[in-house]
């Protein structure tokens, strides 16, 4: 009685679910966090097959898994089997957990095998953090791609910012080529402010730690982009008004 006890105290003090078996499969305990998870509680689950009581379903086939029964794992001469990740407990109210289980053999004073251990953990939130984890990878990822890109872009908006520049010292102000150099000039300083800020949301955050969101001049960028591609347009005969 003193041993049962004591076991009894030990499973409820474990971290991961405890669900113990006879010979036959049957539940013969249960530890508290075992009863949470399962949605069965010991009283209930007593006597129990382990099947009815740690109801698994196959995580990609959504059928049920196959757990292992004591004789397999004598037959295989294996003390316990590793963990598995990839299977889904369906609580008693129909709740579903991912979870991962082992199972091991208990043996007697006399090393007489008496019945099994299954320990399991809900992995939860073990995913979560992993899904979280990756979503981060996948935004610094984009944010190093689109640093790169901005900056590349900016070297090659300078460069054309500088020859149109150069162009309108060498052109008679009020001409045609004139002004189509200023509106180059122009844009460039608009692309040059967009790179700025596609470089604010590659770093993520602005210098206080959070994302600054400012207003466009939608009318100017409108109508500085028409001026860039008016004389495209006249070529095809389209005419656009702003």
Same mark, same amino acid.
């Given at each position: 009685?003193?041993?049962?006890?004591?076991?009894?105290?030990? +499973?409820?003090?474990?971290?991961?679910?405890? &669900?113990?078996?006879?010979?036959?499969?049957?539940?013969?305990?249960?530890?508290?966090?075992?009863? *949470?998870? /399962?949605?069965?509680?010991?009283?209930?689950? +007593?006597?129990?097959?382990? =099947?009815? &009581?740690?109801?698994?379903?196959?995580?990609?086939?959504r059928q049920d898994a196959d757990l292992p029964e004591i004789k397999s794992l004598l037959r295989a001469k294996? $003390?316990?089997?590793?963990? =598995?990740?990839?299977?889904?407990?369906?609580?008693? #109210?129909?709740?579903?957990? $991912?979870?991962?289980?082992?199972?091991?053999?208990?043996?007697?004073?006399? #090393?007489?095998? /008496?019945?099994?251990? +299954?320990?399991?953990? !809900?992995?939860? =939130?073990?995913?979560?953090?992993?899904?979280?984890?990756?979503?981060?990878?996948?935004?610094?990822?984009?944010?190093?791609? @689109?640093? /790169?890109?901005?900056?590349?872009?900016?070297? +090659?908006?300078?460069?054309?910012?500088?020859?149109? *520049?150069?162009?309108?010292?060498?052109?008679?102000? #009020?001409?045609?080529?004139? !002004? !189509?150099?200023?509106?180059?000039?122009? @844009?460039?300083?608009? @692309? *040059? &402010?967009?790179?700025?800020r596609i470089l604010g949301l590659a770093r993520a955050t602005s210098p206080d730690g959070e994302i600054t969101?400012?207003?466009? $001049?939608?009318? !100017?960028?409108?109508? #500085? /982009?028409?001026?860039?591609?008016?004389? *495209?347009?006249?070529? =095809?005969?389209?005419?656009?008004?702003?």
């Open positions: 009685m003193e041993r049962e006890r004591w076991f009894e105290a030990m +499973l409820r003090c474990i971290g991961d679910a405890i &669900v113990t078996t006879d010979l036959a499969n049957d539940v013969t305990s249960m530890n508290p966090l075992a009863e *949470s998870l /399962t949605g069965w509680t010991q009283a209930e689950a +007593l006597g129990r097959g382990i =099947r009815k &009581v740690f109801h698994l379903i196959d995580e990609q086939t294996e $003390p316990a089997l590793e963990d =598995r990740e990839e299977v889904i407990l369906v609580a008693r #109210n129909d709740k579903e957990h $991912p979870v991962s289980y082992s199972l091991s053999l208990i043996r007697d004073a006399k #090393n007489n095998v /008496t019945g099994m251990a +299954l320990a399991f953990r !809900d992995m939860t =939130r073990h995913r979560e953090m992993e899904r979280q984890i990756l979503a981060k990878q996948k935004m610094e990822a984009i944010g190093k791609m @689109a640093s /790169t890109i901005a900056h590349e872009f900016n070297t +090659l908006l300078t460069i054309v910012a500088g020859r149109a *520049s150069s162009m309108t010292e060498h052109l008679i102000p #009020n001409t045609r080529a004139y !002004d !189509d150099a200023q509106q180059i000039i122009e @844009a460039t300083r608009h @692309a *040059s &402010v967009l790179t700025k969101i400012e207003p466009m $001049p939608l009318p !100017d960028v409108v109508r #500085n /982009t028409v001026a860039l591609v008016e004389s *495209s347009f006249a070529e =095809r005969h389209i005419t656009v008004e702003v």
